[in-house]
């Protein structure tokens, strides 16, 4: 079966803008989001820049449902609240409107164990686990092990929104971000929803996401950046029945694993998929730009694209290509491919 | 293309130990794997309980998968082992598999306080310029040495395995999203055959206090810490932390067919929900789980009075077992009374993002077998939870299809049905 899953709604928070338009604008002038890193000094790692959207310390939480969200995970929320307020989903029922995550890895705030850590050295100063146990933990918050839970932001969407359906949530390479936008779509397709939410959001940009991108490997990449974006994916049918604006076709898209083959497989997969010549390919790159955004990367190469496609171009020479491709690929060996067509 | 899903493969690295011969037979017969922890020697966390794998396990395994680094952690090493197994059982040797993948659930990693000690001035103050140019200093098992989909990713390249590569991060719930997810990879023809499940490890020093700072962990008799977990019994006082994997392969019907595999049992249905309710507990009705449920059975067509098994999450926590119990009176209706429920996290704690992995292959012997596990430590059931809880021991008892359940703290449900394989049938 063919695959025509429409996109009728779309929301993104990136270092260079909280709208789709503003973020395609910025690309198109050739801005970048990428400076030095804030927040935390830097310079003993090889990587010191970071398109980043947080540029202040986090305040302190009270409410409990921001506090296990963390800084990504409140960006995720918003973005999913503002893309399912926009396609307007209230005549679905509850039970069929699905969620699909890609996520960026959660990382433990140092102020968060910093008192237990120091209520646990011993009188030569080394932590000393046996005080640790008998007592100091609990100086840690209680909510703390619920913030390492990278499921708990996609429960806080579904409490927020009332969405019950059909879901899950992948992590931590940017393939991953393309996989939960397909498995939406597959949910689709295969009719186990009638709607899906389908979003990306990377990590935070802290020293612990900087260690991780050193150890893996993956830090002779792009940049880190901050940011994410929630599509909402409906049947093309059913979006052209309730009279739904339609921004763009998700038409096929795969995963696959080992290196430069896997991008041959997954391209090959993907466009034999959309029934598409591989030539057609146009491959939508915007880490230069934003950083690289792992898991929340692919969401928001689609936002970019449909943000192309709605706006006039100056000349019909102008004018983007009217297939595009997402290709993500991940430090693991983990490369992902989405083709995506412009509404007509 | 719709084909139908059967499963070649099983492996299980547990607290009873490794191999779903030694772990099956163990749990028929009653026996339970928590014990008081042994992996921090004389450190003694607030939890006197915990579903430990046995120290000279975890050395095995370590020795066997010597060759990579010598750097993994423990939750890669349990996926390693029981992925290791579950292909061996299969037959599948490594080779180039581009319509194959491999789809674990997994933990979040282990978060270790010692990297935040190390770098922690005597004002409380984060050196990040040390964490930064000390990277090496970092503890072998520290999390951000281990990203989430690692596991997924050293079987991968260990067999050859080049199709789709994913981890799934939904907590407890998350080893059946990855079954669930290879079901229909295989079914919709995407692949040939998937291995798929999860594996975790949280026994570390934050880990064992995870469950402490939540209020859920297990009151422990520190005679018996065995004892700790009770599902569904009027006792039960919340969690025991276990660790382990538990890992299948799924294939397509007519590739297993073709290669004349041997064919355990049958994938016949997947159902995932949201509750929507709260982060840290289920609504009492237990409608999430309910709609999870009954998705699955819809998914494969099975009608209720075919489960003659329910593998329940019974975490033994207050809220989760009476909600499960209404949820199950809800799908199976009037045949919730004649089909056996029991939970196995009372013999092996509450194994996280390998729970559903390890229940999915009880659930496979249980078709195969036609017997039940028991639920361990159950002695006076709740009022509440009023079905066939499986006290004691297991029990031989036919069982056509077996529902497989698994809930998150977050509020993702995630259920899969099995049945016993019957050739010829339609998907």
Excluded at chain 2, 7 to 32: F, H, N, Y
Excluded at chain 2, 135 to 151: I, W, Y
Excluded at chain 2, 155 to 180: D, E, M, R
Aim: hydrophobic share 45%.
């Amino acid at each position: 079966m063919p695959l025509r899953v429409a996109i009728t709604a779309a929301a993104v928070r990136t270092a260079l803008g909280s709208t789709p338009d503003e973020v395609w604008q910025a690309i198109q002038a050739g801005h970048s989001g990428i400076r030095p890193i804030v927040g935390f000094d830097a310079s003993g790692f090889s990587v010191t820049e970071a398109a980043q959207i947080w540029r202040e310390p986090d305040a302190p939480e009270d409410d409990p449902a921001l506090r296990i969200l963390g800084p990504h995970g409140r960006l995720l929320d918003a973005v999913c609240l503002e893309a399912h307020g926009a396609a307007r989903l209230e005549t679905l029922a509850r039970e069929r409107v699905g969620l699909f995550v890609g996520m960026g890895m959660v990382d433990s705030s140092v102020d968060d164990l910093a008192p237990a850590a120091l209520a646990s050295r011993d009188d030569a100063g080394q932590l000393s686990l046996e005080r640790f146990f008998a007592g100091p933990y609990r100086q840690i918050h209680p909510l703390w092990p619920l913030s390492m839970l990278n499921n708990v932001a996609a429960g806080q969407i579904a409490i927020d929104l009332d969405i019950r359906g059909d879901n899950a949530v992948l992590a931590a390479d940017a393939d991953a971000g393309v996989r939960a936008l397909l498995e939406g779509a597959r949910s689709l397709q295969e009719g186990h929803a009638d709607a899906v939410l389908a979003a990306g959001v990377a990590g935070r940009v802290t020293p612990a996401l900087l260690a991780r991108r050193a150890l893996s490997g993956s830090e002779a990449e792009a940049p880190p950046g901050e940011g994410g974006a929630a599509l909402v994916l409906e049947r093309e049918d059913d979006a052209r029945r309730r009279g739904a604006p339609i921004l763009g076709l998700i038409r096929g898209g795969a995963t696959a694993f080992g290196g430069e083959q896997a991008v041959t497989r997954a391209m090959q997969a993907a466009f034999e998929e959309a029934e598409r010549p591989i030539e057609a390919l146009r491959v939508q790159v915007d880490r230069d730009h934003l950083g690289d955004l792992g898991p929340g990367a692919a969401a928001v190469s689609v936002v970019t694209a449909l943000a192309g496609w709605r706006r006039v171009p100056p000349s019909p020479a102008d004018r983007p290509p009217r297939w595009t491709t997402v290709l993500a690929a991940g430090s693991a060996g983990g490369v992902g491919v989405l083709v995506i067509e412009e509404a007509v | 293309m719709s084909r139908r899903v059967v499963v070649t493969g099983l492996g299980l690295v547990t607290p009873m130990g490794r191999g779903v011969d030694t772990v099956w037979e163990r749990l028929l017969a009653g026996e339970r794997g928590v014990s008081a922890p042994q992996r921090l020697g004389k450190d003694v966390p607030p939890t006197r309980a915990v579903g430990e794998i046995p120290p000279a396990l975890l050395e095995d395994l370590r020795a066997e998968h010597a060759d990579a680094d010598g750097q993994d952690d423990p939750r890669t090493l349990f996926a390693l082992g029981a992925a290791n197994d579950a292909l061996a059982q299969a037959g599948l040797e490594p080779g180039v598999h581009p319509r194959a993948g491999v789809i674990l659930g997994a933990g979040p990693g282990a978060n270790r306080i010692e990297d935040v000690d190390r770098f922690l001035a005597t004002d409380g103050a984060f050196d990040a310029v040390a964490y930064g140019r000390h990277l090496g200093d970092l503890e072998r098992e520290s999390l951000v040495r281990h990203a989430a989909e690692q596991p997924a990713a050293r079987i991968a390249a260990a067999h050859g395995i080049a199709g789709p590569v994913h981890a799934v991060t939904t907590a407890c719930s998350a080893s059946n999203q990855a079954l669930g997810l290879a079901y229909r990879s295989i079914r919709r023809g995407e692949t040939d055959w998937m291995v798929a499940g999860g594996s975790d490890s949280q026994v570390n020093p934050l880990g064992l206090v995870f469950f402490v700072l939540l209020g859920a962990s297990a009151n422990v008799d520190e005679e018996d810490p065995a004892s700790a977990c009770r599902p569904f019994d009027r006792r039960r006082s919340g969690l025991v932390m276990g660790e382990g994997a538990g890992i299948a392969v799924l294939e397509a019907e007519e590739h297993a067919r073709a290669r004349q595999a041997t064919i355990l049992a049958e994938v016949a249905g997947y159902g995932a929900s949201l509750d929507a309710f709260r982060t840290t507990a289920p609504p009492p009705d237990g409608r999430g789980a309910a709609e999870a449920m009954q998705g699955a059975l819809a998914d494969g067509d099975v009608d209720p009075s075919e489960i003659d098994f329910v593998n329940a999450h019974g975490t033994g926590t207050k809220r989760n077992d009476p909600a499960e119990i209404r949820a199950i009176h809800t799908v199976l209706g009037e045949h919730a009374g004649e089909s056996a429920v029991s939970s196995s996290k009372g013999a092996l704690g509450h194994l996280l993002s390998a729970a559903a992995g390890v229940a999915f292959c009880c659930c496979v012997r249980a078709v195969q077998e036609d017997a039940v596990p028991p639920t361990a430590n159950l002695h006076t059931p709740d009022r509440l939870c009023d079905l066939d809880l499986v006290p004691d021991a297991g029990r031989r008892r036919e069982v056509r299809a077996a529902l497989n359940n698994s809930f998150a703290f977050g509020g993702q449900n995630a259920c899969v049905v099995v049945r016993k394989y019957v050739p010829g049938g339609e998907a």
